[in-house]
């Protein structure tokens, strides 16, 4: 690997070549910024210059995008003012401290998602942390299932068993015994990205696969599945907790 920059308008970007056996050039931004540009052997320094010129625009972009990226999922504080989600819409965390209560409690008021602690425990974050977490189980139980319901009254098509529960790569999995497993995260989503979900891995139990058959059959019953994915895509590292 060879590191290089070129400036771009006032910027500098700064890149790595790799030199490949391989005859087309390729850029890629990966998630801290760094920019990597692969090429065959052949290529002369000055053309290479010329090529990420020639995409300068591009790739500063990028680099923009991946910024916003991984500020998002940066590590929860769990202070009073934070935002968290909660079907798709942000809140601010409201820490009260409220020594007369007996258990602590965390509920939903206007704007806020306000969490009653002990003043001994309000400025501890793990105690926070896990008071948030309990509720937000609570809450994914109570609305995913019944979104589920709704789901499945809709499609005619009932699963054996549905769990909700932490997944850590994905938003849901359906096995072929039949049992759907959903993120519990979900309830930090739009409903209707949590309703394309359920229809998704209750799509599965017809096809168990990606086939064009599957999709044109998630289709049906949500013509616009794809704004949807895209949410997901586009606001994933958004729906964390850690
Ligand atoms: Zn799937």
Redesign the pocket.
């Given at each position: 690997m060879e590191a290089q920059s070129i400036k771009y308008n006032g910027k500098v970007i700064n890149y790595e070549i790799v030199k490949r056996k391989k005859k087309n050039v390729s850029i890629t931004v990966q998630a801290e910024g760094k920019v990597i540009v692969s090429l065959p052997f052949s290529v002369s320094a000055k053309k290479i210059e010329e090529i990420v010129s020639s995409k300068a625009e591009w790739i500063l972009n990028k680099i923009e995008v991946m910024k916003k990226k991984s500020d998002s999922i940066k590590e929860k504080k769990y202070i009073s003012g934070e935002k968290f989600l909660y079907f798709g819409d942000e809140f601010d965390l409201d820490i009260i401290k409220d020594d007369t209560i007996k258990k602590d409690a965390v509920r939903i008021n206007e704007d806020k998602i306000e969490i009653r602690i002990k003043s001994d425990f309000a400025d501890n974050q793990e105690k926070v942390k896990k008071e948030l977490n309990k509720w937000y189980m609570v809450e994914a139980k109570k609305y995913i299932n019944f979104r589920v319901e709704m789901c499945v009254e809709r499609l005619g098509i009932r699963p054996e068993l549905v769990r909700i529960k932490l997944l850590k790569r994905t938003w849901?999995i359906?096995t072929s015994k039949g049992i759907i497993s959903l993120n519990w995260r979900l309830i930090m989503t739009p409903v209707e990205v949590m309703d394309y979900v359920i229809i998704?891995?209750l799509c599965?139990l017809k096809h168990h696969n990606?086939s064009k058959d599957?999709w044109s059959l998630v289709g049906v019953y949500m013509p616009d599945y794809k704004k949807k994915r895209d949410w997901l895509k586009h606001n994933g590292g958004r729906v964390n907790l850690t």
């Open positions: 849901g359906c998704h891995e599965h990606h599957f």
